[in-house]
């Protein structure tokens, strides 16, 4: 797509939201090319120390973990990885969930002029930690998913972003002994305790990633009931694309009683649905929907756990397991032992697999819903019969954030879920009743996976 973003365009852009690799800007500008539009911008971390969010360009080793992927190394070449991996992502999301989006180029004053626009916008520990990338020559166009394409109906939509984290507890044979609360409690909740000791929030959330992911109706409400109290960075509702609840950014820690009742109001009067109904409608979506079955089956293709995956990893990058070296137990070094002598390209598969896994764990859900506006069967798009209200709701289901996680991050994932564990282990709610493992996602929770929160 010839599209050039001069200075001059940069006034048609606002911000919408950011990730840790990525900041969106949202187009209010009349180009019809562009409306309906968001463009993801890459960002750069101020602290030069910590590990790149995603991936620039790919080292010797990461050809070797992708390079069994058709044409995603050659991808590098022409810029468009993140075309590319969406094209990998899709099979096993979907399709129709997945929007790679085109390659859009930008002008270094474009770049600078939007992120001064932008910067009273942005979260103030956004601020602190990254920029905008001006050195950047493109970004990537892709359609806004929190409204409907094409012209705007009578009726309002509204699009609910979640970011769902990992759903199931791991079972892997290669966590030890001492991390065996890893196969009891999910990674989520562990994570909880130690940022609420850090002080990155002032309230636990009640979100329980195992509900969400049941399959069960009632508990995916219960998922849901729990986001409107503590919406941290894992949901936020869109009215007609404008960001009506939740954080800029994953700001927002927790939620006035207040700000609530004001976004139930404003829910109410542009959709005429009461909180309870909305969540059934979400709920319903969800249910109907099965995209979290998929996203499901995509984090399971992690089956060894970090702590199999990094001994891996160091053999892949031909350097001596650092992980081995502290390790005193003969019959855990034994197991470890076992994966040192896989084939090159086994290791590749598991690494990348996990990878792969790390991506769906950390991406978000985008639903958007509008009433349909005449009983008709043919739409393009999927619906829920609303049964309180008597009403069927157009909907669609897109995954966003889906950035390839780089090989070199694989240390920083091993620490940090070290640091979690460690940490719950000795000050956190050890005493409570453990989680039932039954509780993982509908296709059981035997299967073995490590959540990574980013």
Known sequence: MDVVLQAGDAGDWVYKGEGAANLILSYTGSSPSMLGKVLRVKKILNDKAQPAPTCEVFSS?????????????????????????????????GANHVDGGVRARVSKEFLEIVGKNVLSSRPAW????????????????????????????RSSCIAVEIKAKCGFLPSSEYISQENSIKKQVTRYKMHQQLKFHQGQISKISDYDPLDLFSGSKERIRTAIKSFFSTPQNNFRIFVDGSLGFGGMGGGADTVHPDEIEKCLEDLTKVSGLQQSDFIELLSEAIFKSGVLDKLLATQKLDDHDIEGAIHLYYDIISQPCLVCKNITDAELLHKYSVLHSLSLDKSCKIVRDFLIAATTKDCSLMMCFRPRECETTDSEYDSVFLEPVNRTYDYKAYFVDLDVKPLDKMPHYFKLDQKIVNFYTKNGEVGRVPCDSSKGGSTGGDDSKAQLEH
């Open 61 to 93: 080793s990461e050809q070797l973990v992708w390079g069994e992927i058709p044409g995603l190394v050659e991808s590098l070449k022409q810029d468009c990885l993140p075309q590319a991996y969406a094209q990998v992502m899709s099979q096993h999301l």
């Open 126 to 153: 956004r601020v602190s930690a990254s920029a905008i990338d001006t050195s950047a020559d493109s970004a990537l166009l892709i359609s806004d998913h929190s409204l409907f394409s094409g012209k705007p109906r």
